[in-house]
């Protein structure tokens, strides 16, 4: 009953598109990048003169930049058509990350790309079915299903400018103040951009796909001797 009642809710909700982008980024930042964010503060943790200042403004640049790539790819027509799914696909990063400690870069996805299926079927148990449904599937159902409340097409371009100048001024602060801290850290582990979901793994994956798939094999000759 208690469940009906909270499902009733739930389908009476209505948010905004920026809202919804909103909450989705979050979520990201929050839930699929916490390897990310684990390993960049045990990075700068190493550091021997670290700026505990510095060290928090680390979330919310992640925020930031995900703010920004997300506002880019939120139109109407696309807004769910795009997120459903990359919920799903980065809940699967997710897994293999938090629990393998595995980095979805190029040679990983040529190895996704070959694994055959019964190879796939050994990663099938139990906490993969727990964590891919709890951080996978639910949240996917929510966006699915959310309403979302839009605004006239101008209206709608304006709302979601104002969202991406958010995300950018967010971002533009936090580097005028600590650009220096970050190149100090990133120079010194330029593996923790693999460990960012979703970018690392759909960068991947363009890059497999293309050159597996639209780029023809070079074609080698025999030079005269």
Same mark, same amino acid.
């Given at each position: 009953?208690?469940?009906?009642?909270?499902?009733?809710?739930?389908?009476?909700? #209505?948010?905004?598109?920026?809202?919804?982008?909103?909450?989705?980024?979050?979520?990201?930042?929050?839930?699929?990048?916490?390897?990310?964010? @684990?390993?960049?503060? #045990?990075? +700068?943790?190493?550091? #021997?003169?670290?700026?505990?200042?510095?060290?928090?403004?680390?979330?919310?640049? !992640?925020? %930031?930049?995900?703010?920004? +790539?997300?506002?880019?790819?939120?139109?109407?027509?696309?807004?769910?058509?795009?997120?459903?799914?990359?919920?799903?696909? %980065?809940?699967?990063?997710?897994?293999?990350?938090?629990?393998?400690?595995?980095?979805?870069?190029? %040679?990983?996805?040529?190895?996704?790309? #070959?694994?055959?299926? %019964?190879? @796939?079927?050994?990663?099938?148990?139990?906490?993969?079915? @727990?964590?891919?449904?709890?951080?996978?599937?639910?949240?996917?159902? *929510?966006?699915?299903?959310?309403?979302?409340?839009?605004?006239?097409?101008?209206?709608?371009?304006?709302?979601?400018?104002? !969202?991406?100048?958010?995300?950018?001024?967010?971002?533009?602060?936090? *580097?005028?103040?600590?650009?220096?801290?970050? *190149?100090?850290?990133?120079?010194?582990?330029?593996?923790?951009?693999?460990?960012?979901?979703?970018?690392?793994?759909?960068?991947?994956?363009?890059?497999?796909?293309?050159?597996?798939?639209?780029?023809?094999? !070079?074609?080698?000759?025999?030079?005269?001797?």
């Amino acid at each position: 009953m208690m469940l009906q009642k909270l499902k009733q809710k739930f389908l009476q909700l #209505e948010i905004t598109a920026n809202q919804l982008i909103l909450f989705i980024t979050l979520y990201f930042v929050i839930v699929f990048n916490e390897p990310f964010l @684990a390993r960049t503060i #045990e990075a +700068i943790l190493k550091l #021997e003169q670290h700026n505990n200042i510095f060290m928090l403004t680390v979330p919310f640049l !992640l925020l %930031s930049l995900l703010l920004i +790539i997300f506002s880019l790819f939120s139109a109407k027509p696309i807004l769910k058509l795009i997120f459903v799914p990359l919920i799903l696909i %980065s809940s699967l990063v997710y897994f293999g990350t938090s629990t393998y400690g595995v980095v979805f870069d190029y %040679s990983m996805m040529v190895n996704v790309i #070959e694994t055959d299926n %019964s190879e @796939a079927l050994t990663y099938l148990n139990l906490q993969f079915i @727990a964590i891919f449904f709890t951080t996978g599937v639910i949240p996917a159902l *929510a966006v699915a299903f959310v309403k979302v409340r839009y605004q006239p097409f101008f209206k709608e371009i304006l709302q979601r400018l104002k !969202l991406f100048a958010v995300g950018f001024g967010l971002f533009f602060i936090i *580097a005028y103040f600590f650009y220096s801290n970050y *190149a100090a850290v990133g120079r010194n582990n330029k593996d923790l951009k693999k460990y960012i979901v979703p970018t690392q793994a759909l960068d991947s994956s363009y890059k497999v796909i293309r050159d597996h798939y639209f780029t023809e094999p !070079l074609v080698f000759k025999t030079l005269d001797s």
